[in-house]
């Protein structure tokens, strides 16, 4: 679960330091993010208490 909360960090760091026009800097963070990113979303309900939960992929134009 740690590695979510990382991810999930680094996400917010990234999105900071692009809103101050510093977008070296915040695609740094997203290629860590994405570094560190090794499950999937089966795996993140699992760990969350929510393995029997169903879901659909949805793309909507909005």
Known sequence: ???FFEKLEK???AATFAE???HDT???FMQDARRTSGSTLDEFLETV???G???NY???NL
């Open 20 to 22: 101050a026009d510093c």
């Open 11 to 13: 996400t917010f760091m």
């Open 58 to 60: 949805v793309v909507a």
């Open 26 to 28: 915040a695609r740094e």
């Open 1 to 3: 679960m740690k590695s």
């Open 53 to 55: 939960v169903r879901y």
């Open 49 to 51: 208490g929510l393995s």
